[in-house]
Nanobody, 127 residues
Framework: QVQLVESGGGSVQAGESLRLSCHVS????????MGWFRQAAGKDREGVAT???????RYSDFVKGRFTISRDTNKNTLFLQMDNLKPEDTAMYYC?????????????????????WGQGTQVTVSS
């Protein structure tokens, strides 16, 4: 059974940084499409960053240059380094795993095949 457990969320001031982690069990991060998604109160879930099995990274325009997705295959863990955080980054952040990545303009729709989600970790950024 595939399980994803996120950690690292919290409350910070604008301009500060956070690093989210997503530990995966039951599948390998290196064999899957992995991604970070977020959902703010009253809004739809949106894609933040994805990484395919080959390690290719993709980002939504609103985080390019500020967020970095990475993985540690030894620890089977996905990370999201978030720098220069803004109040509009406030949301619940979810880690996701799927069988493959679609090549799409909007990475919100990048996950392909069977999908698994973590429980989410809250990020709150105050001005």
């Amino acid at each position: 059974q595939v399980q994803l457990v996120e950690s690292g969320g919290g409350s910070v001031q604008a301009g500060e940084s956070l690093r989210l982690s997503c530990h995966v069990s039951g599948d390998a991060v290196s064999d899957s499409c992995m991604g970070w998604f977020r959902q703010a109160a009253g809004k739809d879930r949106e894609g933040v960053a994805t990484m395919n099995s080959g390690g290719v990274e993709r980002y939504s325009d609103f985080v390019k240059g500020r967020f970095t997705i990475s993985r540690d295959t030894n620890k089977n863990t996905l990370f999201l380094q978030m720098d220069n955080l803004k109040p509009e980054d406030t949301a619940m952040y979810y880690c996701a795993l799927s069988q493959y990545c679609h090549v799409t303009t909007d990475i919100s729709y990048a996950l392909g095949g069977e999908k698994f989600w973590g429980q989410g970790t809250q990020v709150t950024v105050s001005s």
